[in-house]
């Protein structure tokens, strides 16, 4: 098993919560998320044991949601959006900024395992394009100096 006793009892916890046992999918795969950082074939398995769903329809849902990584990624996901709004309020150079301060290309990690970036579409915020989410936190209304401070502070934090 990957999943430990208590990600196992968290998920069996959510699962009370909801009726139909199809609702604890998303909860099911964040517990699994926020345990190994990242989602796999082997968790959709172990989920789908566990709330006895069939197997494809866990690896249905963890596929629609990019906030789910399905490999290794670094301590921090950074998620620039890239839809429409933020388009139009500069995404773009915003990655390519973070591409050259991060020295990695889009889809890549740091060498030191600190950040990944990613590209992925409309987050709901787009009143405060552009934006970006790192991990569980919102970043908007983002601009370059926005953009060091903030990888600044995570590098401190680390
Ligand atoms: S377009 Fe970026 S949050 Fe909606």
């Known amino acids: 098993m990957i999943l430990n006793e208590q990600s196992i009892a968290e998920i069996r916890e959510k699962m009370v919560k909801y009726p139909r046992r199809k609702s604890a999918i998303l909860p099911a795969l964040t517990v699994a ?47 620039v959006c890239h839809n429409i709004s933020c388009a139009l309020l500069g995404a773009d150079g915003l990655v390519r900024y973070l591409e050259k ?5 889009k889809g890549e990690t740091t060498p ?13 915020s787009c009143s405060t394009a552009p934006m970006m989410q790192i991990n569980d936190r919102y970043y908007e209304n983002l601009t370059r100096e926005k953009v060091d401070t903030i990888l600044d502070e995570l590098r401190k934090q680390a």
């Open 33 to 79: 998320y926020r345990q190994i950082g990242h989602l796999n074939e082997d968790l959709y398995g172990e989920i789908s044991k566990i709330i006895e769903i069939p197997v494809v329809e866990i690896a249905e849902a963890a596929s629609f949601y990019t906030m789910f990584p399905k490999h290794p990624v670094g301590k921090y996901l950074i998620q």
């Open 101 to 105: 301060k991060l020295e990695i290309r």
């Open 112 to 124: 030191d395992n600190l950040f990944t970036l990613i590209t992925v579409e409309c987050l709901g």
